[in-house]
């Protein structure tokens, strides 16, 4: 058999087939090694209506194959080499660190290869795998520094920085909010320019990135919305929460934000009509196919459509607040984490981490999406979802053990009172939504079928004779019962 034939399903032929001459049923498109689970079912189910229709050659270059034996080998004489030709040093912290690092290396050996792929599998599913075993290494620094004394936690970031574990000052982005000062004569606009750092732009390539991993518009205003609220909140515990007006509202939600938003949206737009059709890169005759090819691959196999539907049910209203609710708890994090660590904001780490969430920050969603909207094919949380759920709960719980003083802080009685009247309105709505309505609709059709009896038991009575058959059935019926 060729490369790219495929036998077709169903069994063997009849004869009755055979005679009639009926041209086998065309196969579905082959996917290359590695695919994306979810994307294309393989004969699990028929594709649902939010997904993109994909072909593929099914072409499995070197590029694709599983390569176990390779980094086997390759892992096998690094540690040879390190055991039989190079001296060990007599420093023990030295030789602490570069242990530490050659098991995490070796574990992300093991995972890239051999863990299971998830629902993504471009640029390649090792790409993937890497950060599914990243989360786990990561998950487990969380553990032990929640294991830790609180003074010993923030002296163990010396180890991986020495210029950690001092206390900082935040950053207070409060003050004079003119946005128009006259009283400065040089620069009348100089509050404006003092915000423009480099956080703005992160703040648009940051809200860009998670448009694409929710992929829903409204989900998205919520969130950011919701945040610039919880700022407003909770300035009373951290100065780097004290913005202007200004700085909320206008540069936060509507610039930066918003237009991150806008951009994501255009974005995801374009991906849902974007024809998917594969081909072996050998396959393409031309240079400029070639390199279409490659930039190509960088891009998703297929797309699915979010359609989260909050109002359908109950079970699904309740999940899109809990995504809301982590993502929130999320953002809180990167904020209360360097705080209670002691880290700058602009330290690599905390750059790291953002890079570490927007990698895997879209495996999750998926996974979420795929168990809410399809429960029969997937029938358990994914991975990926499962340690990111995970990890945002280890980080609050960091939070709380190294600094429950601010958190306990209480907040400004006004502040209390407008969430309390929020969560009024959300469990109002929620009990009106899912059962007083549901009850009432319900009563509604009762009643209208009552109607509609009574109507059709009037209209039987107006003809000549005064009944119907019609009425006369179930008195029969019940005089045989009787009889019985």
Known sequence: MRRGERRPHGGNVGKAALEEQQPPAPPPPAQPNGGAPGAERDGAGPRRSTESEVYDDGTNTFFWRAHTLTVLFILTCALGYVTLLEETPQNTAYNTKRGIVASILVFLCFGVTQAKDGPFSRPHPAYWRFWLCVSVVYEL?????????????????????PHLGVPLPERDYGGNCLIYDPGNGTDPFHNIWDKLDGFVPAHFFGWYLKT???????????????????????EHQLPNFSECWWDHWIMDVILCNGLGIYCGMKTLSWLSLKTYKWQGLWNIPTYKGKMKRIVFQFTPYSWVKFEW?????????????????VFLLAELNTFYLKFVLWMPPEHYLVLLRLVFFVNVGGVAMREIYDFMDDPKFHKKLGQQAWLVAAITATEFLIVVKY????????????????????IILVLTWTAWRFFIRDITLRYKEIRRQKQEHRHEKDKCLSNGDGHSALLDEPNGNKLRERKL
């Open 212 to 234: 694409l991993m929710i992929r829903d518009w409204w989900m998205c205003m919520i969130i950011s919305i919701m945040f610039e609220f919880l700022e407003y909140s909770l």
């Open 141 to 161: 620094f969380l553990i032990f520094i929640l294991f830790q004394t609180v003074q010993d936690g923030r002296q163990f970031m010396k180890y991986i920085d």
């Open 309 to 325: 539907k909050p109002a359908s049910s109950l079970r699904r209203w309740l999940a899109v607040c809990g995504i809301i609710f």
């Open 403 to 422: 600094d429950p003083y601010t958190l306990t802080l209480s907040l400004p009685f006004y502040i209390t009172q407008c969430w309390i009247l929020g």
